[in-house]
């Protein structure tokens, strides 16, 4: 059983950087699909950032290519997003996701109902 945790969160201000973390600590993660998604108060959870089971394509909702950059650190069982230039639209709580199988050796998931495995979340604030 995967049992993601997220840290990284906090409150920043527009313009800042921040970097979230997503990582197993008693399983590799290496070969799953994993993604990034994040759900502001009242909001549906939107995807934010995928990596394919191989580490070698990775996806981002349209609004957000060129500010976030998801990456994998095999070291350290680690997934990672990297957030700049910060605004107050970006404030939600973050979710990181993981799935496995077969299914993803063909297409990498962009929809949370797509994902088995989830972590707890962490939260961003972006103020003005």
């Known amino acids: 059983q995967v049992q993601l945790v997220e840290s990284g969160g906090g409150l920043v201000q527009a313009g800042d950087s921040l970097r979230l973390s997503c990582t197993d600590s008693k399983r590799s993660v290496r070969g799953y699909a994993m993604g990034w998604f994040r759900q502001a108060p009242g909001k549906e959870r939107d995807f934010v950032a995928a990596?394919?089971?191989?580490?070698?394509?990775?996806y981002y909702a349209d609004s957000l290519e060129g500010r976030f950059t998801i990456s994998f650190d095999n070291a350290k069982n680690t997934l990672y997003l990297q957030m700049n230039t910060l605004q107050p639209e970006d404030t939600a709580v973050y979710f990181c996701?993981?799935?496995?199988?077969?299914?993803?050796?063909?297409?990498?998931?962009?929809?949370?109902?797509?994902?088995?495995?989830w972590g707890q979340g962490t939260q961003v604030t972006v103020s003005t």
């Open positions: 996701a993981a799935k496995g199988g077969t299914a993803v050796l063909s297409s990498t998931p962009k929809i949370p109902d797509e994902y088995d495995y």
């Open positions: 990596l394919s089971w191989s580490g070698n394509s990775r």
